[in-house]
Every structure is written in structure tokens, then in C-alpha cells.
């Protein structure tokens, strides 16, 4: 077995802590490893949360997660790809198709939902939003 050689934070977390954690996961749910690891240092951890990377955003849960599976799938992130579909998928419910087509092409997705693709494949080829599909 291999042991991490920063150990996480292990419950019971200090309340203060654990309000985040309980902001950011769904109830029932424990934190993430990437979290508590973190948690580890409170100012990485703090400085890790100021970036945003867990707000919430305009996006809905699906759409985020559409975005996500779709960036990790192009990026060769197959480690990442594969804690959000195990996590998100059903949660969002994306069918196993559509979860498939995150990485190996089309699926039958909404208007909305094939424009985000569009857009995560335009970025990563591109590493620009054309004025076209800006205007959609």
C-alpha cells in the first residue's frame, strides 16, 4: 500500500473547516483528498480557495461538468476525466454516451451543451474564443 507523504486532514475536522468543507460538498458526501490534503497548510489551502476554483460560477452543474470532462479529455488529463465521471456523471445525469463522447466525439447533446463543447475544443486548438462563437 502506498502511503502519501502529506498526510491529509483527518476528521473531525476544526468547525471551521468543516463549514467549508460542508459549503462545497453535496451532504453526505466527504471532502475530496485534494482538499483535506491541502487543509494540511491552512495558507495553501486559503490561497487555493481565493483563486475560485470552487465557486460555483454562472454555469449550471451539468454545464460545468460537460466543460470539465470535456477540457480534461483533450488535455490528456485522464486521471482528472475519470474522478469527475465518477463523481459528476450521475449526479448530472450524463448518459454513458454522452460521458463516451467526452472524449471520443458526439453525443446527443442540447444546443447549449454543444456549444460548450465547441468552445472547450476551439480553446484548446485555438487557444482563442472566435468573434462567431462569442456571439452565440
Not at 500500500?1 to 460538498?25: C, G, H
Not at 485534494?34 to 491552512?42: E, I, K
Request: with cysteine; hydrophobic share 40%; aromatic share 8%.
Amino acid at each position: 500500500m502506498i502511503t502519501p507523504r502529506v498526510a491529509p486532514v483527518a476528521p473531525p475536522f476544526p468547525s471551521e473547516l468543516q463549514a467549508i468543507f460542508d459549503r462545497i460538498m453535496p451532504p453526505g458526501v466527504p471532502p475530496l483528498s485534494l482538499f483535506t490534503t491541502l487543509a494540511r497548510v491552512p495558507r495553501t489551502y486559503e490561497r487555493f480557495r481565493a483563486g475560485s476554483l470552487l465557486d460555483r460560477g454562472p454555469l449550471s452543474l451539468r454545464h460545468r461538468e460537460i466543460v470539465i470532462d470535456r477540457t480534461c479529455a483533450r488535455c490528456g488529463c485522464a486521471y482528472e476525466w475519470g474522478v469527475h465521471v465518477a463523481f459528476f456523471a450521475e449526479r448530472v445525469k450524463l448518459t454513458p454516451e454522452q460521458v463516451r463522447a467526452t472524449v471520443h466525439g458526439d453525443a446527443d447533446w442540447s444546443d447549449d451543451e454543444r456549444l460548450l463543447i465547441r468552445l472547450v475544443d476551439e480553446l484548446h486548438d485555438t487557444s482563442r474564443i472566435s468573434d462567431e462563437l462569442w456571439a452565440r
